[in-house]
């Protein structure tokens, strides 16, 4: 099985990760069994954040409430690993233990964030594919703007006064009138 994320709640996560540097970022995520639709970021109350977390319950319910009134439902949580691989601790994994959610690790110990996804119950660890969602991707861009469209139209403008020049210069010289006798 595979779960989607739209690039922009990548973003939103991987950002919210570096924002927190050296403590660990944390925060719910809610969609569907088949996709990742929004992060909620939450504040870590953890006593050591920078190798645990712990989300502030006031937050986390503030959350719930948002995602249930966006008529989304939650399916796990994300932290972050600031020096270490995306792969789940004993802490995270005892943490997680029964609750069956998704459990989205990004990691910022090499240049790039690195996130990965991991479903963790009882007794297993399971990696679950991530697949970037393309209905946003970033390498498409935003349409042309104003000013790259000025340019392209004076572009155009240019050119086609270049092709009248080099026609009118090309014309034979005019027949000459001889003036009446
Ligand atoms: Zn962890």
Not at 4 to 25: C, K
Not at 131 to 141: L, M
Not at 173 to 180: E, F, N, S, V
């Amino acid at each position: 099985m595979a779960v989607r994320i739209p690039y922009l709640v990548a973003r939103q996560i991987s950002d919210h990760a570096a924002s927190r540097q050296p403590s660990e970022a944390c925060g719910l995520l809610a969609g569907t069994d088949e996709q990742i639709l929004a992060a909620y970021p939450l504040t870590n109350i953890a006593r050591a954040p920078q190798t645990r977390f712990e989300f502030d319950p006031n937050e986390q319910l503030q959350a719930l409430k948002a995602i249930d009134e966006a008529q989304l439902e939650w399916i796990g949580a994300y932290h972050s690993h600031p020096h270490s691989a995306p792969i789940p601790s004993r802490a995270d994994i005892e943490a997680c233990a029964d609750s069956g959610l998704l459990q989205l690790i990004v990691s910022l110990s090499r240049s790039k964030p690195q996130l990965k996804l991991w479903r963790i119950d009882r007794d297993s660890v399971a990696p679950i594919e991530l697949i970037y969602a393309s209905d946003n991707p970033p390498e498409s861009g935003p349409a042309l703007s104003l000013s790259q469209q000025a340019a392209v139209i004076i572009v155009a403008i240019a050119a086609v006064l270049i092709l009248l020049i080099i026609s009118f210069t090309l014309l034979p010289p005019a027949p000459q009138i001889l003036p009446a006798p």
